[in-house]
């Protein structure tokens, strides 16, 4: 059973940053497209930002483009996203998601198979 463990959330002022980590236990990490999702209160979740197997291919919410950088460390079995310029609509629970046997960019909640237990990221203003 393949276990996602985000990391790195937090309280921030608005403008300001944080990176957020997932790090999976499986080492066939490497062989799936990752995803972020989020879920704000009284929300549906949403899609944030996926990478593609080879980690040449991403995809971002609109509302986040130019302002959050997702990445991949294979080697550490690990996927990233890099927030900055943070606003308060931005905040929500954060949650990594692993689309296992996929190589190719998923945006779709149903497309990904294994989740993490998600990370609070709250933005004040």
């Known amino acids: 059973q393949v276990q996602l463990v985000e990391s790195g959330g937090g309280l921030v002022q608005a403008g300001g940053s944080l990176r957020l980590s997932c790090a999976a236990s499986d080492r066939t990490f490497s062989g799936n497209a990752m995803g972020w999702f989020r879920q704000a209160p009284g929300k549906e979740r949403e899609f944030v930002a996926a990478?593609?197997?080879?980690?040449?291919?991403?995809r971002y919410l609109d509302s986040v483009k130019g302002r959050f950088t997702i990445s991949r460390d294979d080697a550490k079995n690990t996927v990233y996203l890099q927030m900055n310029t943070l606003k308060p609509e931005d905040t929500a629970v954060y949650y990594c998601?692993?689309?296992?046997?996929?190589?190719?960019?998923?945006?779709?909640?149903?497309?990904?198979?294994?989740w993490g237990q998600g990370t609070q990221v709250t933005v004040s203003s």
């Open positions: 990478i593609s197997r080879s980690g040449y291919s991403t």
């Open positions: 998601a692993g689309a296992w046997g996929r190589f190719t960019i998923a945006t779709r909640s149903d497309e990904y198979g294994y």
